[in-house]
């Protein structure tokens, strides 16, 4: 009897029940992919059934004709589509390397470190996490006008370094390190930073994995940013031009709805490739000291 009540209690639930869920899972999760399916959907949709009222959630009559006008609007421009991909493939892959390499290396002694105002660091970090980027704009624009990198890469690039995000979520997850790996490790003779390329990055590789889906997205549509600092126009993103060229008015109804798709597949595509490496390390990677 007495062991009855100190084993854990085994759950009931029938199959039923099991059923129930999976359907009130399904619901929710088809439910959230609606506006990804209507996205899709309307790029492919000829101008008659995107102006059809009331509208059609799929496409009857599948066309890519708004991708061949996206073609040839870009054909006619100046400045050639392979200058705004190399421009935003550059930008995004660059800056989120950087973020990720130097927000691991500031959040490695904070983490690990004890030094005169570590905590104030710190609280820094979190208080700069409350300011949305429209508030920072001037300072930054001021910043990079200081350093002489407007109408440069670097005037997007380099702010990405420093987005407090980063240094925030590396900084927690390797607070979960156990301090005696680290002092094992330094016992045997290893330095600091062997200590951190070989024991902590691969600890936190979770953290570093979501970091570059934040990262990516972010500088994947940076047309604020190319709007405030590139004025050269060999310079500028694809998510600016893109947006130029849907503004030619209606006609350009179903162009829009082609360059919708195109900037939203690269980061799901990038996501679809590392979630399940997320997933996974998120589950396995937990110690306890």
């Known amino acids: 009897m007495i062991l009855r009540w100190l084993l854990p209690k085994r759950l009931n639930r029938s199959i039923s029940v099991d059923i129930l869920l999976f359907l009130m899972i399904g619901s929710v999760a088809a439910f959230m992919a609606l506006p990804l399916v209507f996205a899709i959907s309307n790029a492919f949709k000829p101008m008659d059934e995107i102006f059809v009222f009331p509208p059609r959630f799929f496409v009857r009559n599948p066309t890519l004709d708004n991708f061949f006008d996206l073609l040839h609007l870009f054909n006619d421009s100046w400045i050639p589509f392979s200058r705004y991909m190399f421009n935003t493939v550059f930008v995004a892959v660059v800056g989120t390397a950087g973020h990720v390499i130097l927000a691991s290396a500031a959040a490695y002694p904070l983490a690990k470190h004890h030094f005169p105002g570590k905590q104030l660091l710190f609280s820094m970090v979190v208080l700069s996490l409350m300011f949305s980027p429209h508030v920072t704009a001037i300072p930054n624009y001021m910043t990079m006008s200081w350093v002489g990198l407007i109408d440069n890469y670097g005037a997007l690039i380099l702010p990405a370094f420093g987005f407090s995000l980063g240094l925030y979520l590396m900084k927690q997850f390797m607070d979960q390190i156990p301090d005696v790996l680290l002092e094992a490790a ?17 600890m936190v590789k979770p953290a570093w994995l979501t970091l570059i889906l934040f990262s990516f997205q972010r500088l994947w549509a940076a047309n604020a940013g190319a709007q405030t600092f590139i004025y050269s126009e060999q310079l500028k993103t694809m998510d600016y031009a893109f947006s130029q060229i849907v ?43």
């Open 186 to 202: 330094k016992i045997d003779g290893a330095t600091e930073y062997r200590i951190f390329w070989t024991i902590v990055m691969p």
């Open 247 to 289: 503004q030619g008015g209606i006609a350009r109804t179903g162009v829009f709805a082609a360059v919708t798709f195109l900037m939203m597949m690269v980061p799901i595509g990038v996501f679809i490739l590392t979630q399940s490496n997320v997933m996974q390390t998120m589950s396995t990677s937990g110690m306890k000291d």
